[in-house]
């Protein structure tokens, strides 16, 4: 049980050290996970918003495929990315493989269906709120979707979180597809695994816990953007209200 | 709304330019897929800012198990490969993967298991008779189990003691050498593991050598430049360049000269 103290001397002293090395980890980490996290985004959210306002044979069948996906395991999808980047795979001519711009893809494609499904649900529960004044409107489908997500967007900040705190955590798809190159492609994640294998088990939980600590700051920040924009958004209309 | 999707694509794209630039910031760059010992035991960390600050070649090393690291050299994945299992090697190079193989350094294999040693292996006179200690023993022996160099050994080490039967004290942990160590030292297992890891790990807890010497146990280490007939896309005049050197006196000193806690973990042995 020493371990635990050492891990958060290690954690303590990392962080104060201004090791150069952390800095650059963590600043990939951050980089990787944000740029899939940005597409999954853009991907996903209007996949769920046409989930949620159109009708057609197999949408069932959609939705359950979609919820499915959220358990894709990390190492599956690395290895497929592995096969398709590889040299001797449809997109080697490309030099993609161990680069961060793999990394993005796997994880692009791991966390695309969690961010797709959590705002699946989350616009579903709109819909029953403005399904009515939808049809009043007598608006398209399009512009149902367009009006849902952007009426949804601050409660849709939960499946962007949590898209990023999975791309964030995750090990497997990175380090396959990374390969945990040092000061090329090593994040958080693969550093810790190379320090358990070194037997640093206080290092891998320092990080580790420098790792809870970066997700910790992304919530804090999606939190307090979405308290000061709903504020923001509110403000005007509640003035007016007033007046 | 359309614009604003527009806005986050182009933004996104941004970044994953910004992060491809990064990557490439050094243009020269090789691919070498080696080993979890050469990496995980340091020597890379030594040696590779060497050969940079001279050659002005950025050396990007993928440490997995030897079994993996042939496998992406064999899709084109890697520019050099620098592995222990000569057999595999020679194979690489007879099929056309690889240009010439070359002898860099050894070290050895040792068996390591709890200090109570229930299996009572360091009393054997042989290895053979190690061998049969930890299969009649009963206490468990954790196997890599991940056709890495070390479990390729491992498994030609029992047959060749002639160990066909393995039950229950055979746990196979499918994983590297430091995690193999890890389950090893949770569990009180014997395992098998190279000198150089062993030296470098830092999580041993109850674990000691017990039995070591053989010269069944040696383990030689090769390297070998990935083949621009095979894979035109390798950098072969750079991976070449790290060849030499690596097999240069200037590059042979420099392994010879990395040590862990006052013990020397390579020595070097080739002959250019």
């Known amino acids: 049980m020493a371990e635990f103290g050492d891990a958060f001397g290690a954690a303590v002293g990392l962080v104060l050290s201004g090791d150069q090395e ?127 997500a952007f009426e949804a967007r601050f409660a849709l900040i939960t499946a962007v979180l949590a898209g990023f705190g999975r791309a964030v955590a995750e090990v497997g798809a990175v380090m396959i597809v990374g390969g945990n190159i040092d000061g090329v492609t090593r994040v958080m994640t693969t550093a810790i695994a190379l320090e358990t294998s070194k037997g640093d088990l206080a290092l891998a939980l320092g990080l580790g816990i420098v790792l809870l600590a970066l997700a910790l700051a992304a919530n804090a920040l999606a939190f307090a953007v979405r308290s000061l924009a709903s504020r923001w958004a509110d403000g005007p209309s509640e003035r007016e209200q007033l007046r | 709304m359309i614009r604003s999707i527009q806005r986050t694509i182009s933004s996104v794209f941004a970044v994953l330019f910004l992060i491809s630039t990064a990557a490439q910031a050094a243009d020269r760059h090789i691919v070498v897929a080696s080993t979890t010992s050469t990496a995980n035991s340091g020597l890379f960390d030594v040696i590779l800012p060497m050969f940079t600050a001279k050659s002005g070649i950025e050396v990007r090393v993928v440490a997995v198990g030897t079994g993996q690291a042939i496998r992406l050299a064999r899709n084109g994945d890697a520019d050099v490969l620098f592995v222990h299992h000569k057999p595999s090697e020679e194979a690489f190079v007879a099929d056309g993967f690889g240009i010439k193989r070359f002898d860099v350094m050894y070290n050895d294999f040792v068996l390591v298991g709890p200090s109570t040693d229930p299996s009572g292996v360091a009393k054997a006179g042989s290895l053979k008779a190690a061998l049969d200690a930890v299969a009649t023993g009963g206490a468990p022996f954790a196997s890599r189990g991940d056709d890495s160099g070390t479990h390729k050994r491992e498994k030609s080490l029992w047959s060749e003691a002639g160990i066909t039967q393995k039950n229950t004290w055979y746990r196979e942990t499918g994983s590297g050498m430091g995690a193999t160590l890890n389950i090893a030292a949770g569990m009180g297992a014997y395992s098998l593991t190279d000198r150089a890891t062993w030296l470098a790990f830092e999580n041993k807890a109850d674990l000691k050598i017990l039995f070591e010497g053989d010269s069944k146990l040696f383990n030689q280490y090769g390297i070998i430049a990935v083949s621009p007939d095979k894979f035109p896309h390798v950098r072969i005049d750079d991976a070449q360049v790290f060849v030499d050197w690596v097999i240069s006196a200037e590059g042979q000193s420099a392994i010879a000269a990395y040590k862990r806690a006052g013990e020397q973990l390579f020595f070097p042995n080739a002959k250019p």
């Open chain 1, 22 to 148: 952390l800095g650059e980890i963590v600043t990939l980490s951050i980089q990787v996970s944000f740029a899939a996290v940005a597409l999954a985004t853009v991907i996903g959210i209007p996949v769920a918003a046409l989930l949620t306002v159109c009708r057609f044979p197999g949408r069932t069948i959609a939705i359950a495929a979609l919820n499915t996906l959220m358990g894709l395991p990390p190492v599956v999808v690395g290895l497929a990315v592995y096969l398709v980047l590889s040299r001797a795979g449809p997109l080697g001519e490309l030099g993609l493989l161990f680069t961060p711009t793999a990394m993005v893809i796997a994880q692009t494609l791991l966390i695309t269906p969690i961010v797709a499904a959590i705002a699946h649900r989350v616009l579903e529960d709109h819909l029953v709120e403005y399904g009515e004044q939808f049809r009043a409107f007598r608006m398209n489908r399009r512009q149902q979707a367009t009006t849902l």
